[in-house]
């Protein structure tokens, strides 16, 4: 099998091909843009430039003839894109509607003209909203950031070409996931590293804003299984962990685990963050016998032990 995976040196796309190739005879072609020169892209791959089943190429999405990449490929996982909430006000929401919005129907429209068996597209809690609750996959759509509006709209131009082209699409909505090599935009990464570094921590907010955190290697485990899955084309599936936290209940983890109080500077809420997010996983748990299975102090001490030799290396 040949699969394709765009974001491939990532964050989740990295450990996903890591994941890919522990399958015997399985041929990983991976996609990333500016790879080269950047610390921590490099990073992220390599391992996987070791590995004799997997290619990765540095193109630019957007711009690149896509169907050179399409010979033989069986399944295309879609990762690449521009995430997080906060930096999609302002000036940068052009490059989210560009990789976000613009690549994902590139990619539909290459998919038109090519015979694929599934094309799994990586969506968000983000599209949710604010909720009460645990949230099932048929709750309406009320996203509450740009972010989520370019993601949202990937997952509708998903359901368009499934629907006229039969373009055998899969939407997976990911929930907070973390772990090693989570992107430095992220709150635990800039937590543990400022907690290294004895600097305050910033938290927006009061902190008493839960997420629903999924551990990266679960994470990738469900998305891998969805290439096997019976019963899955056209269907959107959450991807939630194994356990939700608080804000200040993790930093409070990470005081235990690293034996240092943490210093915390309490900004002003973030712009476009729900209060609570909460996954029901029962459909992930039907269709692709998901059972997320790392409990949040134990993928918190991974990722630690994952910075602390990223940011020694560095010094
Ligand atoms: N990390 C999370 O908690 C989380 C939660 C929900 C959804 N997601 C989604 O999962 C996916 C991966 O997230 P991540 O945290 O690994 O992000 P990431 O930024 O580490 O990975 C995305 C990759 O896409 C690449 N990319 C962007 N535009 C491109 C283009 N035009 N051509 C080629 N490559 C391009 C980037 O270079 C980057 O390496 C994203 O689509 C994100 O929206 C992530």
Redesign the pocket.
């Known amino acids: 099998m040949t699969i394709l995976v765009?974001?491939a040196?990532?964050?989740?796309?990295s450990h996903l091909c890591e994941q890919l190739l522990k399958t015997s005879e399985t041929n990983v072609i991976g996609?990333?843009?500016?790879i080269e020169g950047n610390q921590l892209?490099m990073r992220n791959v390599k391992s996987l430039l070791k590995h004799p089943n997997f290619k990765l190429y540095d193109?630019?999405?957007?711009t690149e003839d896509l169907s050179t990449f399409m010979k033989n490929v069986d399944v295309i996982y879609h990762?690449?894109?521009?995430?997080g909430v906060r930096s999609s006000f302002g000036n940068d929401f052009e490059s989210y509607i560009l990789?976000?919005g613009l690549?994902t129907q590139r990619l539909l429209e290459t998919c038109r003209h090519h015979t694929i068996a599934k094309f799994i597209y990586?969506?968000?809690?983000?599209v949710y909203g604010e909720k009460d609750g645990k949230v099932t996959e048929d709750l309406p759509t009320v996203p509450l950031s740009p972010y989520g509006v370019t993601?949202l709209t990937s997952e509708q131009l998903c359901h368009i070409y499934h629907l006229y082209f039969k373009v055998p699409t899969v939407v997976l909505?990911?929930?907070?996931?973390?772990g090693p090599r989570?992107?430095p935009d992220?709150a635990f990464h800039r937590f543990i590293k400022q907690m290294l570094e004895n600097k305050p921590i910033t938290v927006y907010g009061d902190g008493l804003q839960s997420r629903d955190f999924?551990y990266v290697a679960d994470c990738v485990q469900a998305t891998a299984a969805v290439k096997d899955a019976d019963y899955v084309i056209g269907e959107t599936i959450n991807i939630g962990g194994k356990e939700r936290a608080t804000v200040l209940e993790v930093i409070s983890t990470l005081e235990e685990l690293l034996g240092q109080k943490a210093k915390i500077d309490f900004v002003t809420k973030a712009t476009g963050e729900p209060m609570h997010t909460w996954a029901d996983i029962s459909k992930a748990q039907k269709l692709l016998n998901y059972r997320p299975s790392v409990r949040l102090r134990e993928g918190l001490m991974n990722e630690i032990v994952d910075l602390a030799e990223l940011y020694d290396r560095k010094e």
């Open positions: 765009t974001g040196a990532g964050f989740v796309g996609i990333d843009l500016n892209k193109i630019d999405l957007l990762l690449a894109g521009i995430p990789n976000n690549v990586i969506s968000t809690s983000s993601k909505r990911y929930f907070t996931v973390y989570q992107r992220m999924t």
